[in-house]
């Protein structure tokens, strides 16, 4: 695999700092197969932030597909414990920023996850966010009590709890 190319570097960076400033401050390190190019935690709202950075790779790539499966897979789990979840995608390509944004769309429907707002952002340059919203839909487990909801990130936000 080769190095990254500097405008993917450069949009990673602006991926960064697009979730910092919408609040998405916290971080969680990952292990393969699941490492996004960014993933931020906004602890205090319950929210995650998961973005990919593309130079060069294009919306049919097998490998690119599987990515983005993968990290709305994960994006289910954090939705069904409550968590609100950004799946965006920054690319250089004005001429297939539908074609990513339906890329972002198919993956997260194949999760089960239901779209709330869905937009293509021109951030700075050649550089352009296909992004979707999604609502954190807190559900309660069979055989439970109604108030017993499954939260998998409780983990991240009693760390950042005892953090502060």
Sequence with gaps: MSSPSPEHEARVRL???????????????????LEPDVFRVDFHRRRVFVG?????????????????????????????????????????????????????????GAAGLETARAAISDLYGDCLLAWIYVSGAPTVRRGSSPGAVRLPLDAFFRDEAAAS
């Design 52 to 108: 990919d950075a593309k130079a060069t790779e294009t919306t049919g790539a097998q490998a690119t597909k599987a990515r983005l499966a993968r990290y709305a897979r994960a994006a289910r789990s954090w939705r069904d414990g409550g968590a609100d979840v950004v799946l965006a995608v920054a690319h250089g390509q004005p001429r297939q920023a539908r074609e990513w944004l339906d890329a972002v769309q198919e993956v997260a």
């Design 15 to 33: 991926l960064e700092a697009v979730a910092v400033l919408a609040g998405f401050t916290g971080t969680v390190a990952f292990e393969p197969p």
